[in-house]
Nanobody
Framework: QVQLVESGGGLVQAGGSLIVSCAAS????????MGWFRQAPGKEREVVAA????????NYADFVKDRFTIVKDNARNTVYLHMNSLKPEDTAVYYC?????????????????????WGQGTQVTVSS
């Protein structure tokens, strides 16, 4: 089992910045990649960014490119999502997830079904 705990969400004004963190514990050695997803009220959960612990794959959703950065700290088993130039439409619950799937193709870690473990989520609210 892998446990994931997110932190760092909150309320921020449009144009502001926020960092959310995800600390992984347990059988982290069984995971290949970490992803950040988000879900706004009435909408489906969507991938934001994903990164491999050791490997070249790095993915960003088009709507966050050049604004968000996913960063990993292998020593701490922690992944961060640095969010800049936040917009009201970025308001959502942000979830981190861990994948035990090996990298079969470039898009494997952009898919909801590739992740076996999920955190409880952290609310990010961007006011206009």
């Amino acid at each position: 089992q892998v446990q994931l705990v997110e932190s760092g969400g909150g309320l921020v004004q449009a144009g502001g910045s926020l960092i959310v963190s995800c600390a992984a514990s347990g059988r982290t050695y069984s995971t290949y990649a970490m992803g950040w997803f988000r879900q706004a009220p009435g909408k489906e959960r969507e991938v934001v960014a994903a990164i491999m612990w050791s490997g070249p794959l790095l993915n960003y959703a088009d709507f966050v490119k050049d604004r968000f950065t996913i960063v990993k700290d292998n020593a701490r088993n922690t992944v961060y999502l640095h969010m800049n130039s936040l917009k009201p439409e970025d308001t959502a619950v942000y979830y981190c997830a861990a994948s035990t799937k090996s990298p079969s193709d470039n898009s494997v870690y952009t898919k909801y079904g590739s992740y076996a473990y999920w955190g409880q989520g952290t609310q990010v609210t961007v006011s206009s």
